[in-house]
Nanobody, 126 residues
Framework: VQLEESGGGLVQAGGSLKLSCAAS????????MGWFRQTPGKNRDFVAD????????YYADSVKGRFTISRDNAKNTVDLQMNSLTPEDSGVYYC????????????????????WGQGTQVTVSI
């Protein structure tokens, strides 16, 4: 399983960023996909996940209405569009492979996901 994130950076509060993830090494359409984030000294927190088909998505309450997860099964990519960013959104964002398709979305346990890579840093300034 190989997942490579990109698109992080520094943005002012209220701004937007789009993260992308390129997946390889497995049959992409067999799995749900997700995003987690981590800040120093804290656990990895669930952000959002998306079904294998892209037809359903689930969001953490903290990002609902501001973030949108999407996937392109033809390109084996997963994106996270982040709008109305706040300093609390800062952290390292990880793209992860979720459970196999038909598994319910919204599992907050990081142990249910794999493919953890280097992540991409997002910093939101005041």
């Amino acid at each position: 399983v190989q997942l490579e994130e990109s698109g992080g950076g520094l943005v002012q509060a209220g701004g937007s960023l789009k993260l992308s993830c390129a997946a390889s090494g497995f049959r992409f359409t067999d799995y749900n996909m997700g995003w987690f984030r981590q800040t120093p000294g804290k656990n990895r927190d669930f952000v959002a996940d998306i079904s294998f088909s892209g037809g359903r998505a689930y969001y953490a309450d903290s990002v609902k209405g501001r973030f949108t997860i999407s996937r392109d099964n033809a390109k084996n990519t997963v994106d996270l569009q982040m709008n109305s960013l706040t300093p609390e959104d800062s952290g390292v964002y990880y793209c992860v492979r979720g459970p196999r398709r038909f598994t319910p979305l919204g599992d907050y346990s990081s142990s249910r996901y794999d493919g953890w890579g280097q992540g991409t840093q997002v910093t939101v300034s005041i």
